[in-house]
């Protein structure tokens, strides 16, 4: 047990518990990114099916680990502090996010002032750059060029942790798990107020209010479970793997089968956006703890660049399929896939190393839970 040192290096008289960090999660974090890369690859070379299109739902489980995450790490620095020091949280958040988020939109923006064709209106660089994005993909009549479109889920969780943390200081982990349930039938409610409005399926998908099901699931399991399942659940662990595959199966069933002018039905809507939640839930349970495969080094290691990797993989995706546009269909639809990953696995790393990590290193002077491995 240390002693903990605030941001300006004074010792606090409590104690800090042992660091807090599941390097299994790390894993699970790389095939949510790599779910919602096959989604966008099988859609950019003409080959997208429904199973495919499942894939979408990694945002999903990103929203969930996260919020499983950042709730924990904040209940547990309240239960050795006595309370959640707010701005260093908001001082982590930005050293974490904002680096790689505005280089990449700088670039684009770069890019765009370079090539004026480049289907990118300069109101979504206004809205990306003040994290409301999302809100400009339901309401813009023109939509954002594909490299860009992945920094719409940036946005809301960015929105939802300006204010998470200012809640959670006053909660216990019983006053958390009422409000991950009162957060999640809310979002329930705003989808089907919007479907029944009529409300586009942009709108249902990209809102904030409609997508907190994953983020609700993640503090409801913080909430009542924290990092310890239940025996009865570590014993399960192939069956929730199952039940995670089979909601989300059943949730692009829902959403995508029966095309766009479907996504918006009410009754669909009502059922698939929980079962992807519970669906991320499951994953999320049956991981943790794991000593398997899920620890590997390398996969650990692409875990924790999967925000790299999840930031530059279209337009990885994009100039891949630009460059390799001369080859036969079959042989671009797939050599497109692997140049893109490869290419967007090196970008990812380089980034982690170069860019993230000087101010990954500087975030570690804010956190009085260690969550992570050290950055060198």
Known sequence: ??????????????????????????????????????????????????????????????????????????????????????????????????????????????????????????????????????FAICWLPTQPADFIRPLWSVSIEEQFYLTWPLAVRHLSRRGVAVAAVVIWLSSIIVRLVLALAGSSYLTIAYSTFGRLDPLACG???????????????????????????????????????????????????????PAVALGSGAFLLATMGSNSFMRSGPLVYLGRISYGLYVFHEAMLVASNAILESLPGWQKAAACPLVALA???????????????????MKARYQHIRSAAPVT
Not at 104 to 126: D, E, M
Not at 350 to 361: C, I, N, T, V
């Open 1 to 134: 047990m240390a002693a903990i040192i605030d941001p300006i290096g004074t010792p606090e008289s409590r104690t800090r518990p042992d660091r807090f960090y599941l390097p299994e999660l790390d894993g699970l974090r790389f095939f949510a990114f790599l779910s919602v890369f096959i989604c966008h690859a099988l859609l950019i070379v003409g080959a997208s099916t429904v199973f495919s299109r499942m894939g979408a739902f990694g945002v999903d489980l990103f929203y969930a680990l996260s919020a499983f995450l950042i709730t924990e790490l904040l209940m547990r620095e309240r239960e050795a502090l006595g309370t959640i020091d707010v701005k260093s949280f908001y001082l982590r958040r930005i050293l974490r996010i904002w680096p790689l988020y505005f280089a990449f939109l700088g670039t684009a923006l770069i890019a765009r002032l370079i090539y004026p064709g480049l289907n990118i209106s300069w109101t979504y660089f206004v809205a990306f750059g003040l994290f409301v994005g999302n």
């Open 219 to 273: 503090l409801l399991i913080s909430a009542l479970i924290g990092t310890a399942p239940p025996n009865w659940i570590r014993g399960l662990r192939a069956t929730l793997y199952l039940a995670g595959v089979l909601l989300w199966l059943g949730a692009a069933f829902c959403l995508f089968y029966r095309g766009r002018q479907y996504m918006n039905d009410p009754l669909l809507v009502s059922i698939g956006y």
């Open 343 to 361: 290419a967007t696995i090196l970008v990812a790393a380089a980034s982690y190393r170069w860019l993230e990590s000087p101010f990954l290193r």
